[in-house]
């Protein structure tokens, strides 16, 4: 390219998006128009509730928070709000986390009873000094804001946990397309502005008391509206020793696309890890340009993206190919 039309472009980007560093995209030419991607099929839902919100003049944190409610609010998914799988003693607790183009953030760990937790972590965000609550605080804080206390536990998920009991299975069920997993947002909005979300009942079976990577801002989301914004799905464990969403942003900022980003990551991730070939992890990104990536260890990943109208679930490439 051409230094004028190298300048132009990076102008255009510049004025689109109102970018503080340009120079984390080289020759990237920008893709125009809101884009919403979101971990696993589910996040096709997510995203067209999304979109219309940006459509109707909603905000881009509107738009992650009201999107991933739609399953939160579904209590045919095991995994997210209500419906979602239990721990080892039977409770539903559950983690999210939200963060916005001012680098603004709120998360909920650990909370029970109530469905919406990526709403309560938004209500944190914006009418506390703090960024996270947990337990029985956040709980509290939850009803103080007018949520409602309500069972979490359907028929279903006491039904398939009593099973698991009985048959003294504790095994952490598998991560992966057939439970599909927490659901991470990142969308951009058609002025360039980025926020994220991240809302989970975590592994089920998990210990009482266990917090996993998702309110955790860094390990299961992150968004710097310079550069882009990350989410994570699976073993919580792996993607909080590597601070993985943090790492994703953070090397987009150095360069790298965002499906190289998320390579890298995952590539560190099982490098680190003897038995990685048994668990899953995975990565979404967007960048600031409107690029997009995922990638996980195991086959099966999946997201969804939306852009140009468009919305469709895409298969993440994956280190075991099998
Ligand atoms: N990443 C989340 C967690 O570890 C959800 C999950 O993978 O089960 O809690």
């Not at 909370?111 to 996270?132: F, G």
């Not at 009593?162 to 659901?183: F, S």
């Not at 994570?232 to 993985?244: D, F, L, S, Y």
């Not at 790492?247 to 998320?262: F, K």
Request: aromatic content about 4%; proline content about 3%.
């Amino acid at each position: 390219m051409n230094s004028r039309r190298r300048f132009l472009t990076l102008s255009t980007l510049g004025s689109l998006t109102g970018l503080g560093s340009l120079k984390a995209f080289g020759q990237v030419k920008p893709v125009k128009g809101p884009i919403i991607i979101s971990t696993w099929n589910t996040g096709i839902r997510a995203n067209n509730l999304g979109y219309e919100i940006l459509q109707n003049g909603g905000s881009v944190l509107d738009c992650v928070e009201k999107g991933v409610n739609v399953i939160e609010n579904d209590p045919n998914n095991r995994t997210v709000g209500i419906g979602g799988f239990p721990d080892i003693e039977g409770n539903v607790t559950l983690d999210a986390c939200i963060m916005d183009q001012h680098q603004h953030c709120g998360s909920v760990a650990f909370l029970q009873h109530i469905k919406n937790p990526v709403s309560v972590a938004r209500k944190v965000m914006e009418n506390t000094k703090h960024v996270m609550l947990v337990g029985e605080g956040a709980l509290k804080f939850a009803l103080e804001q007018g949520f409602k206390k309500e069972v979490l536990l359907t028929e279903k998920t006491l039904t398939a946990w009593k099973k698991r009991k009985a048959e003294e299975d504790d095994k952490l069920p598998e991560i992966n397309i057939e439970n599909h997993d927490t659901i991470g947002m990142i969308a951009r909005d058609a002025d360039g502005n980025l926020s994220g979300s991240c809302t989970t009942s975590g592994a089920g079976m998990k210990l009482h008391g266990r917090v996993g990577d998702s309110p955790i801002i860094g390990a299961g989301l992150y968004v710097d509206n310079d550069i882009g914004g990350a989410a994570a799905t699976g073993w919580g464990e792996a993607v909080i020793e590597n601070a993985g969403s943090a790492m994703v942003v953070e090397l987009m900022r150095h360069g790298r696309s965002p499906q190289e980003a998320c390579e890298e990551i995952v590539r560190r991730i099982a490098n680190k890890l003897e038995d990685w070939r048994s668990i899953q992890v995975g990565f979404i990104a967007l960048n600031k340009a409107g690029q997009t990536g995922a990638f996980s260890i195991k086959k099966g990943f999946t997201y969804a993206h939306h852009s140009g109208g468009q919305n469709t679930e895409r298969p993440a490439d994956s280190l075991i190919k099998g």
